[in-house]
């Protein structure tokens, strides 16, 4: 999602419904990605959620250091592997997206995020997570050294795709739960790699979303950079995630 720079969330907001393009996007698509967006942390020299009231917390020894992004994003956030991450709290129940085991206006997220990679050095190493079991996570998947993985609910995206993430450069990474449909689905750069017939059976367990850890199994903290992660209650189409 490119960066449209503001102080301000209601600016923000404006200028990404007022654009008439974006990445080559026609309008309607553009404008549209403001539906349902529940959070948004560009990590603009800060951890304030942009887009709602989910303003992160930085964890860990060292300070979370702010660093050039992205060619034209601005600035991503660096972690070390180590220690840090970014904690979400009070987001155990909003953003759990859980399925409540009948509409099929629940159970349905998209998450979108650009990730950089320093080192893989830890099977499963989280990129935005809400616990394990029937929680949705983003991650490396398992030990590949390639492949990142998206679990909503029910079951991981299958090792399959052909693509490589850990080559030191920027990618965009987007990953959707469909309950009504049943589907999850991941997406790497604009293409999707992988496809699972599970949407999130999730439930609100009482985890907080973290990026760069994973809540429910600690030690799997992501080791390079972040930036632009954002959160939809809903399953972005093909030409939003374009």
Same mark, same amino acid.
């Given at each position: 999602? +490119?960066?449209?720079?503001?102080?301000?969330?209601?600016? $923000?907001?404006?200028?990404?419904?007022?654009?008439?393009?974006?990445?080559?996007?026609?309008?309607?698509?553009?404008?549209?990605?403001?539906?349902?967006?529940?959070?948004?942390?560009?990590?603009?020299?800060?951890? =304030?959620?942009?887009?709602?009231?989910?303003?992160?917390?930085?964890?860990?020894?060292?300070?979370?250091?702010?660093?050039?992004?992205? #060619?034209?994003?601005?600035?991503?956030?660096?972690?070390? @592997? =180590?220690?840090?991450?970014?904690?979400?709290?009070?987001?155990? &129940?909003?953003?759990?997206?859980?399925?409540?085991?009948?509409?099929? &206006? #629940? @159970?349905?997220?998209?998450?979108?995020? $650009?990730?950089?990679?320093?080192?893989?050095? #830890?099977?499963?190493?989280?990129?935005?997570?809400?616990? =394990?079991?029937?929680?949705?996570?983003?991650?490396? +998947?398992?030990?590949?050294?390639? +492949?990142?993985?998206? #679990? !909503?609910?029910?079951?991981?995206?299958? &090792?399959?795709? &052909?693509?490589?993430?850990?080559? @030191? =450069?920027?990618?965009?990474?987007?990953?959707?739960?469909?309950?009504?449909?049943?589907?999850?689905?991941? $997406?790497?750069?604009?293409?999707?790699?992988?496809?699972?017939?599970?949407?999130?059976?999730?439930?609100?367990?009482?985890?907080?979303?973290?990026?760069?850890?994973?809540?429910?199994?600690? !030690?799997?903290?992501?080791?390079?950079?972040?930036?632009?992660?954002?959160?939809?209650?809903?399953?972005?189409?093909?030409?939003?995630?374009?």
């Amino acid at each position: 999602m +490119r960066r449209l720079y503001s102080s301000t969330r209601g600016a $923000w907001l404006a200028g990404l419904a007022g654009v008439s393009l974006l990445l080559g996007a026609a309008m309607p698509a553009q404008a549209a990605l403001v539906q349902g967006l529940t959070a948004y942390w560009p990590f603009e020299g800060s951890f =304030e959620d942009a887009a709602g009231s989910f303003d992160g917390e930085a964890q860990g020894t060292a300070a979370i250091p702010f660093v050039p992004g992205n #060619t034209g994003f601005g600035q991503a956030i660096s972690l070390d @592997g =180590e220690d840090q991450y970014v904690l979400i709290p009070n987001s155990h &129940d909003d953003l759990s997206f859980a399925y409540d085991g009948a509409s099929p &206006d #629940t @159970g349905n997220m998209t998450v979108s995020v $650009w990730v950089r990679v320093d080192a893989w050095d #830890t099977s499963w190493q989280a990129i935005v997570a809400h616990g =394990e079991g029937d929680e949705w996570r983003l991650h490396r +998947r398992g030990d590949s050294a390639t +492949r990142v993985g998206f #679990t !909503g609910g029910l079951g991981d995206t299958p &090792d399959e795709g &052909d693509y490589d993430v850990n080559d @030191g =450069e920027w990618h965009h990474i987007v990953a959707t739960a469909d309950s009504a449909n049943a589907v999850s689905e991941l $997406w790497v750069d604009g293409v999707m790699v992988a496809t699972d017939d599970a949407g999130i059976q999730a439930r609100a367990d009482g985890n907080d979303v973290c990026i760069g850890e994973n809540p429910d199994a600690n !030690g799997r903290q992501w080791e390079g950079q972040l930036d632009d992660v954002a959160l939809w209650n809903r399953v972005l189409t093909p030409a939003e995630i374009a």
